[in-house]
Structure formats: C-alpha cells, structure tokens
C-alpha cells in the first residue's frame, strides 16, 4: 500500500523558515520522481518542486525559486522541502505526491505564514 507522510508544517513569520520532510513506503521510492504540490485557501493545486530519482535534477516553480530547496535520501525513503524566506502568500497545506499534478498525494501539512 503506497503511503505519503508529510510533516514539518507550522505556524512562522515572514522571513522564517521550515523544513517539511515526507516519508514515503510501499513502492520503490529511489525509482520515483517525486513533487511537492501546496493548495492554499480557496485556490486549487499549485506545483512548486520536483526531484528527479538521484537528487540531482530539481525544479522549482517561479514563486519559490532561490527560496525553497528540495532534496531526498533515498535510503531514508525521505524527501524534504527546506522553505526560507517565507511570505505570507505561501501559506498553504503542502502535499508530497508522486505526480506533478499531485495524485497519489499524502494528507499535506499546513504552512502558515504570518505576523
């Protein structure tokens, strides 16, 4: 059974940082793209990362480009999303999937953002 687990979402200030990590069983995960997705309030699915099978190939949309680093260990069966510099604007639940497009998605972890 394929499981996606998020954590490391909280509530921070503009300017802070969090890591999100996502802990992933039942498929061969170092034979796995991987992506983090984030919906905020009212709005529908946003990609933000992907993370090619190495690590080394990453993507990142414009909105969080120079500010997120995503990143896995393969033997951990673990990614990680490392967030700095936050804005109010990245409030969002973040889900780790196996698609772009976010199917297949853990239950995400919320991200707040504010003063």
């Known amino acids: 059974q394929v499981q996606l687990v998020e954590s490391g979402g909280g509530l921070v200030q503009p300017g802070g940082s969090l890591r999100l990590s996502c802990s992933a069983s039942g498929f061969i995960f170092r034979n796995s793209w991987m992506y983090w997705v984030r919906q905020a309030p009212g709005k529908g699915l946003e990609w933000v990362s992907s993370?090619?099978?190495?690590?080394?190939?990453?993507s990142y949309s414009d909105s969080v480009k120079g500010r997120f680093t995503i990143s896995r260990d393969n033997a951990k069966n673990t990614m990680y999303l490392q967030m700095n510099n936050l804005k109010p604007e990245s409030t969002a639940v973040y889900f780790c999937?196996?698609?772009?497009?976010?199917?297949?998605r853990g239950q995400g972890t919320q991200v707040t953002v504010s003063s």
């Open positions: 993370i090619g099978l190495g690590g080394t190939l990453t």
């Open positions: 999937a196996r698609a772009k497009a976010g199917a297949g």
